[in-house]
């Protein structure tokens, strides 16, 4: 079986993408498939290169047992692209600068995060929020989501 590579991205790869990275890592560890996996995430926007995880978004994953994945905010490439097999945004502003930076979407790789799980909506940006609360039960439910449809798609 092949590897699957996930890149999940928000616009500062410090709350959302990175809150999702940490949720699907622990749900493949969960699930003893994490050999199956290569879960990362990024930014669309330079502004917090280099930053780790916000303090609200390693807090909530901790309330919740999960494992807050070591990261530092990386910015999404067009080679990202090539390299992963599902690019995941979460929101509608997340998906349109993924496709200008990737050059478009020929493969069908870029997916919203919420509709795994039966939303078009978009997942709220805790950083203006500050509801980090909202965003991981949206998070999980867009993760959960993401693996039933793998299984559905007998991709696991």
Not at 67 to 88: E, F, G, K, S, W
Not at 91 to 117: T, V
Request: aromatic residues 8%; glycine residues 8%.
């Amino acid at each position: 079986m092949t590897m699957i590579k996930v890149l999940f991205i928000c616009h500062g790869n410090i709350c959302r993408s990175t809150m999702a990275q940490s949720i699907l890592t622990h749900m493949v560890n969960q699930l003893h498939i994490s050999h199956l996996f290569t879960i990362a995430s990024a930014a669309t926007s330079r502004e917090e290169i280099g930053n780790p995880p916000h303090y609200g978004t390693a807090n909530k994953l901790r309330q919740e047992g999960i494992q807050v994945v070591p990261h530092r905010a990386v910015q999404m490439t067009a080679a990202d692209y090539d390299t992963y097999d599902y690019l995941i945004g979460m929101d509608s502003a997340n998906i349109r600068n993924m496709q200008r930076i990737a050059g478009g979407d020929p493969e069908g790789k870029i997916y919203k995060l919420l509709p795994f799980a039966g939303s078009d909506r978009d997942v709220a940006d805790p950083w203006y929020t500050g509801d980090f609360d909202a965003t991981f039960r949206d998070v999980k439910a867009g993760c959960e989501g993401f693996l039933a449809f793998l299984k559905d798609n007998h991709i696991i």
